[in-house]
């Protein structure tokens, strides 16, 4: 796998949940934690399957691995044993007949994405819709469409310009979000008043081969909702006004959880959607309170608001996605949305409100685990009593074997085995939705995650109470 320059570590402007240390301590230790997930994906065969439905091929193993190619390098006989299934083109996968999982770029493991994506594409496809987003102001152009090209099994390409960027008054966002390398790498950044911003917005992100584009998105402000209302759907509109034939354009709207909590801030903004049915696909990212990093959000205020965003769009049709949830936007299937998406650092699992943590020198990165039984990420010190539980099931994605044999820890063999492991979560919520639909399908993962769960022996730290939480809203 080529293994670009890292483009700075601007990319982690945002991620400020994960790093309390210093920048430089985060980027030695990848590095030197590399090497376990390199040595796995060295020793990976290099593999070829045929696609249904096509005359392509997926790359399962090696340096290409996910992407689809029209045949296998000379010499190298694609795998007779199994086969893809087809991919699915945009406008079927929005349509929603399976979970569509969004996989975000960030600035950790990027290179290792493509290979756990043709995995989940090649093992689960039948049951979910595999997608990519990456950010504009993450990364330089090429880094974004060569990423897209990697990832060519995702049925919905995503490059999010990130505009709420701007609204560091509305939102609660680090101190410099928009420094002298976010605006190399998204230029229109600098000047939303320019009369041909808005083409700026849509160009960039076509630029890098996004399938599907997203207006703005700027901040919706629950201080002086009507106006900011207004504002962000003239905006959408013009967007709208501005797309070709054949683009796709989704309403991206960036929200406080203010705005879901309840109230009549909460049916003005539904009320709304409603009313500008021009938008049949919905790209909504909510910024709520900072949890524990990795643990999802407790706050059944919120998660009711999320739940009635998500019948409403269910309802009426329309493709909700929600970037940036994690397992919080997994829950959100169960209510009509579409898709959510999820990246391998704390900050791709929610938009956390930003607040300033004291960094402790030589502090380690967390070493944590995602567990699907009990739909919560454990730190790897507390995996013991739940391994050694009766009715324990193992993981049997292909990177735990390599992640339990590996000193020390490997964050990005953990990192794929949780996208992995979320991804299945996804999938099974279609397979299971014969009998009730994905509500009871969600339903019953839930129960019997709390069910499993209350028996183990578990700090305080890593007990999964939002079971209790979810259980109650399902
Ligand atoms: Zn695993």
């Known amino acids: 796998m080529a293994h670009e320059e890292p483009d700075s570590m601007s990319e982690d402007s945002l991620d400020w949940l994960e790093h309390e240390g210093s920048l430089a301590e985060v980027v030695d230790e990848e590095r030197m934690q590399d090497a376990a997930a390199n040595a796995w994906l060295a020793a990976e065969e290099e593999k070829y399957v045929a696609i249904n439905d096509s005359d392509s091929y997926l790359a399962v193993g090696g340096a290409e691995a996910g992407s689809v190619v029209a045949a296998p390098p000379a010499g190298l006989a694609p795998t007779g044993t199994s086969r893809a299934p087809a991919i699915t083109g945009r406008d079927v996968a929005l349509a929603g007949g399976r979970p569509i999982y969004l996989v975000h770029r960030g600035a950790r493991y990027a290179n290792f994405l493509p290979v756990v994506m043709g995995d989940l594409h090649h093992k689960k496809g039948n049951s979910l819709t595999v997608g990519a987003i990456a950010n504009l102001p993450s990364a330089k152009a090429q880094t974004t469409s060569g990423f897209f090209r990697q990832t060519s099994v995702a049925a919905l390409r995503i490059a999010d310009p990130q505009c709420y960027r701007l609204d560091d008054k509305v939102l609660r966002l680090p101190p410099k979000t928009i420094g002298p390398q976010v605006l190399k790498y998204a230029p229109y950044l600098a000047d939303p008043e320019d009369s041909d911003w808005l083409r700026q917005v849509l160009d960039a992100q076509r630029a890098v081969g996004a399938n599907i584009l997203l207006t703005p998105g700027r901040a919706l402000n629950p201080d002086d909702p009507q106006r900011s209302l207004d504002a962000a759907f003239q905006e959408a509109d013009r967007a709208l006004a501005l797309s070709e034939r054949g683009e796709r354009v989704a309403l991206n709207l960036t929200i ?26 919905l790209y909504v990212r909510i910024q709520w309170a900072a949890t524990k990093a990795f643990a999802p959000t407790e706050d059944s205020d919120l998660l009711m608001g999320i739940r009635r965003l998500a019948n409403l769009c269910g309802d009426e049709g329309r493709a909700l996605l929600l970037p940036q949830t994690g397992i919080t936007g997994w829950l959100a299937l169960a209510h009509g949305a579409t898709g959510y998406g999820l990246g391998v650092s704390g900050s791709e699992q929610c938009f956390a409100e930003f607040a300033f943590r004291r960094g402790r020198p030589g502090q380690q990165q967390a070493e944590r685990y995602f567990e699907k039984q009990i739909l919560h990420t454990l730190d790897r010190s507390a995996l013991d009593p739940v391994q050694s539980a009766p009715g324990y099931l193992s993981c049997d994605c292909s990177y735990c074997p390599a992640l ?9 063999l953990a990192a794929l085995h949780h996208i992995f492991a979320m991804g299945a979560l996804t999938a099974k919520v279609h397979e299971d939705s014969m009998r009730g639909g994905r509500h009871a399908a969600v339903r019953r993962i839930v129960s019997s995650a709390k069910r499993w769960s209350s028996g183990l022996q578990l700090g305080s730290d890593d007990v999964p109470r939002h079971l209790a939480v979810w259980d109650q809203a399902l």
């Open 256 to 281: 406080p959880s203010r705005w879901l909590a309840g109230g009549a801030l909460r049916n003005r903004l539904l009320d709304e959607i409603l009313e500008q049915d021009q938008f049949d696909v």
């Open 404 to 412: 339990f044999d590996s000193q020390p820890w490997s964050q990005p």
